[in-house]
């Protein structure tokens, strides 16, 4: 578990990665979308990375620190059957998720959020991105080429 504070937070107008929500030339989120999303400041960023790297590693997740072992690779057609594998997990709507970028860049969402716009949240081949419940019970691994992978974190 990862414990979070009211000064672990940053506003999102400086967040690195806003243009994907804010820009008409890519998504833009309404104001209540906007609303769900929380960036971390770059040392809780790092903190929560430096964990991540323990589960989620070069080749994929770690399969000795993990149970319930799913996999998916999308294609250029099949967003809606990523995001119906996504829904299917067993992970409730309103759980408040981590998702972590780099060493430096993180933010706090809800999984209804993130099933519901998970390609704004995930670029291919530019994006190796880690998704976590706060409690860090389960883990969810996309990365730039594609493999998306979820598991139960054995002692997060």
């Known amino acids: 578990m990862i414990e979070l504070h009211d000064s672990d937070f940053d506003t999102i107008d400086g967040f690195p990665l806003l243009w994907r929500w804010s820009d008409e030339n890519h998504t833009a989120f309404v104001p209540q979308e906007l609303n769900l999303i929380r960036p971390l400041k770059p040392e809780t960023s790092l903190k929560l990375h430096n964990k991540l790297l323990t589960v989620d590693q070069q080749y994929g997740l770690n399969r000795n620190l993990t149970n319930n ?13 990523i995001q119906d594998w996504l829904i299917k997990l067993p992970v409730t709507e309103t759980e408040q998720i981590l998702l972590s970028w ?17 390609s704004d949240f995930w670029y291919p081949s530019s994006d190796d991105l880690t998704v976590t419940s706060v409690s860090m019970d389960w883990v969810l691994a996309i990365s730039h080429y594609g493999r998306i992978q979820w598991a139960e974190w054995i002692n997060g």
Not at 74 to 80: A, G, H, L, S
Not at 102 to 118: D, S, V, Y
């Open 69 to 81: 072992f799913r996999e998916i690779y999308p294609n250029d057609d099949n967003d809606d059957t």
């Open 102 to 118: 780099t060493p430096e860049i993180a933010i706090m969402t809800t999984w209804k959020l993130f099933t519901g716009r998970w």
